[in-house]
């Protein structure tokens, strides 16, 4: 079994940083990748970020350039790095682990960016 605990989340004006924090239960180079989604209200939950266990990391295009996923092996914990925040961003952020075939999930941290 596979946990997930998110954290790093708040409320930030536009232009300001976040960094977010999943710390999983086991060994992260043990999963075939781990990510972050995000889900804002009345919308699906979509990709943000993602690395894989040999270290390949893909963003998606609004994230690009202003966010940085990044991984800590001795704290086994992945980060996601949020700068020059938009409202847009308003989210619950979500981290995920893809562990033999099975998709893990977080609880959730929510990030509400004001202008």
């Known amino acids: 079994q596979v946990q997930l605990v998110e954290s790093g989340g708040g409320l930030v004006q536009a232009g300001g940083s976040l960094r977010l924090s999943c710390a999983a239960s086991?060994?992260?180079?043990?999963?075939?990748?781990m990510a972050w989604y995000r889900q804002a209200p009345g919308k699906q939950r979509d990709l943000v970020a993602i690395?894989?266990?040999?270290?390949?990391?893909n963003y998606a295009d609004s994230a690009k350039g202003r966010f940085t996923i990044s991984r800590d092996s001795a704290k086994n914990t992945v980060y996601l790095q949020m700068n020059s925040l938009k409202p847009e961003d308003t989210a619950v952020y979500y981290c995920?682990?893809?562990?033999?075939?099975?998709?893990?999930w977080g609880q959730g941290t929510q990030v509400t960016v004001y202008s």
């Open positions: 086991r060994n992260i180079f043990s999963f075939n990748t």
């Open positions: 995920n682990a893809l562990y033999f075939g099975v998709e893990n």
């Open positions: 690395v894989t266990s040999g270290g390949n990391s």
